[in-house]
């Protein structure tokens, strides 16, 4: 069977450039349903089994693989280098791709990219469909026609592509296991090295499989309990074969602070303590990123009540907000400015209270209006659609609406989700009207 590579990012991934979050493996299901529709193995570096650094078996399929896709969305820097690369390796048979906010830099201007459209963080089902239908006449062309596609070979015509050369040494290259569908490649050491111990039985477990297995502790489905101890321990693995992939070092974050081992308290600063050693809280413009590190400093605010982990809570929340207009990151932001208008209010300073509640309830607003397509979303995933029925309950509860309260209240209770989720809107709406009526004392001469 011909094999595709796929050049592309992993999980959630920020585009620096407007600050919208793409879900690339969303991106990457439906590049996969194309290819297989064409006849091929799909397979990304993250499926790749190896027992040796991912260098090897990446750049083996960049030379070897029938067809390569190259998603370069979110300008993702390694993307736009393997994709150079397979242009130097090969002159024919690569597919780029892109969503639809991608601006081509000038060197790729003359570069045909087929364009893909995500809706929020996923991609519509008609737009799915769309896409998928394209790629896969885009393969069964490309597959048929002898035409350079790559620019280094259509400026060099002269140019010879390179090819391996084939020794009794040599390992057969790339080539799909039976079992699991996952490429399996093995890497010859020189003569002389020693490397002469057997093939594994079992295939070596993938990133990518630890990383699924990982996300599946922390949403299982409805009914059953998060393991996050046990998705914790995953994804410091993950971490450690990807440490700079923003995605597994946020989903590790939220493991661990939710994890509460050894204890609550150790195990937020935890938390803290690696978001500041890898995702750089501090100047970062990830919303995803901002809405952690909020979510941090409110637990640990909940702890000790220490006014600059009030602050760091706020000042999260609101740079996670405004940077897009982030309705999770804007609840949380309208909650912790009605959080703080009491403390204020304790503290003497009536204006400053005042002010925050105001500002509480203007947010709130603007929250119900970003929040309102993804609730009313019924083909989207029950859990991700859970989150903005949520977000609409909470910001009707904190404008005082209790017709919209108990409209998406019923919406969010009809929603096959863990019961954890729904414990955490339900304390949420409880502490934020005991604010209320702190702040409604408070105030009152």
Not at 70 to 79: I, R
Not at 123 to 129: L, T
Not at 361 to 372: H, M, P, S
């Amino acid at each position: 069977m011909k094999t595709c590579f796929v050049i592309q990012g992993f999980g959630k991934k920020t585009d620096y450039t407007d600050g919208r979050v793409l879900d690339l493996d969303a991106s990457y299901a439906i590049i996969k349903e194309a290819v297989e529709a064409a006849g091929l193995k799909s397979v990304r570096a993250d499926e790749i089994q190896h027992s040796t650094v991912i260098d090897v078996p990446m750049y083996e399929m960049l030379l070897q693989a029938d067809v390569v896709i190259a998603d370069l969305s979110t300008y993702n820097v390694n993307a736009a280098y393997e994709l150079g690369v397979r242009y130097a390796l090969r002159p024919r048979t690569t597919i780029v791709v892109a969503e639809e906010g991608f601006k081509n830099p000038f060197d790729i201007g003359h570069i045909a990219i087929r364009r893909y459209k995500h809706l929020g963080e996923d991609i519509g089902a008609r737009e799915a469909a769309r896409f998928k239908g394209e790629l896969k006449t885009a393969i069964e062309e490309i597959l048929a026609s002898n035409r350079s596609d790559s620019p280094v070979y259509t400026f060099l015509p002269q140019l010879m592509p390179p090819q391996m050369a084939v020794t009794p040494a040599a390992v057969v290259p790339a080539a799909p296991l039976a079992r699991g569908g996952v490429v399996n490649i093995a890497v010859a050491s020189p003569p002389g090295l020693g490397n002469d111990q057997p093939a594994a039985a079992e295939p070596l477990v993938t990133p990518k499989a630890m990383l699924d297995d990982a996300l599946a502790k922390i949403n299982p489905p409805a009914g059953e309990a998060s393991d996050f101890a046990g998705a914790r321990a995953l994804l410091q693995k993950v971490s450690e074969l990807r440490p700079n992939d923003p995605f597994v070092t946020q989903q590790l974050v939220v493991a661990t602070y939710k994890s509460k081992q050894p204890d609550a308290e150790s195990a937020l600063l935890d938390a803290r303590n690696i978001m500041e050693k890898s995702l750089d809280p501090a100047s970062t413009n990830d919303p995803e990123t901002l809405g952690l590190w909020g979510a941090i400093h409110k637990r640990l605010w909940e702890l000790h009540a220490r006014p600059a982990d009030l602050n760091a809570a706020v000042d999260g929340y609101e740079r996670g907000f405004s940077l897009r207009r982030d309705w999770y990151n804007g609840i949380n932001y309208a909650f912790l400015l009605d959080l703080r208008s009491v403390e204020w209010l304790k503290a003497g300073n009536k204006d400053d209270a005042i002010a925050d509640s105001v500002l509480a309830r203007r947010v709130r607003t603007e929250v119900g209006r970003l929040a309102l397509a993804p609730a009313e979303d019924k083909d989207a995933d029950p859990k991700k659609r859970f989150w903005a029925v949520a977000t609409l309950w909470e910001a009707a509860l904190g404008r005082g609406d209790a017709a919209e309260t108990a409209r998406w209240g019923a919406v969010a209770e009809a929603l096959a989700v863990p019961q954890w989720m729904q414990d955490t809107r339900l304390d949420q709406g409880r502490k934020l009207v005991e604010l209320q009526n702190a702040f409604a004392t408070l105030s009152t001469p």
